[in-house]
């Protein structure tokens, strides 16, 4: 059973198409875990941030939270530490500010890999077709 260059190029571009769908699967799973839970991938050093009034408040002189606020300036060593409620408040705000925002760009993201999946599995139909055809 020999089979031609046409065949030989469909199935090629179908193995392809197989293969890109299973990444982007993986990364649309990835995605809705991101849309579930955003707290779970939001990066490491934001979220640390929002985890106490301390980390939040990111006193320059502590030596220890320079990893969450390396740079400050000189209007940041001025500034008064509000009272622990409006601090709270102002940290919770923010951080339900970042859920939504990551929980946005996950959404996003399926949007972006819903397309692409429609696209390859179309890819794939198309030369599944013309492998059939070029092998009869």
């Known amino acids: 059973?020999?089979?031609t260059?046409?065949?030989?190029?469909?199935?090629?571009?179908?193995?392809?198409?197989?293969?890109?769908?299973?990444?982007v699967l993986a990364m649309t799973l990835y995605s809705v875990i991101q849309i579930a839970d955003p707290t779970l991938t939001m990066n490491s050093n934001v979220y640390a941030q929002y985890q106490s009034n301390d980390l939040f408040w990111g006193?320059?002189?502590?030596?220890?939270l320079e990893r969450y606020r390396p740079s400050?300036?000189?209007a940041d060593m001025k500034k008064v530490r509000p009272d622990e409620v409006k601090?709270?408040?102002?940290?919770?705000?923010?951080?339900a500010l970042k859920t939504r925002m990551e929980r946005r760009d996950g959404t996003q993201s399926v949007m972006k890999l819903l397309i692409?999946?429609?696209?390859?599995?179309?890819t794939f139909g198309v030369h599944w077709l013309i492998a059939r055809r070029a092998r009869e």
């Open 1 to 3: 059973m020999k089979k």
């Open 5 to 23: 260059l046409l065949e030989t190029y469909a199935l090629v571009v179908c193995f392809s198409a197989l293969f890109s769908f299973i990444i």
């Open 59 to 64: 006193e320059c002189g502590n030596r220890s």
């Open 72 to 74: 400050c300036s000189d």
């Open 87 to 95: 601090l709270t408040k102002q940290r919770e705000e923010e951080f």
């Open 116 to 122: 692409i999946m429609l696209v390859t599995m179309f």
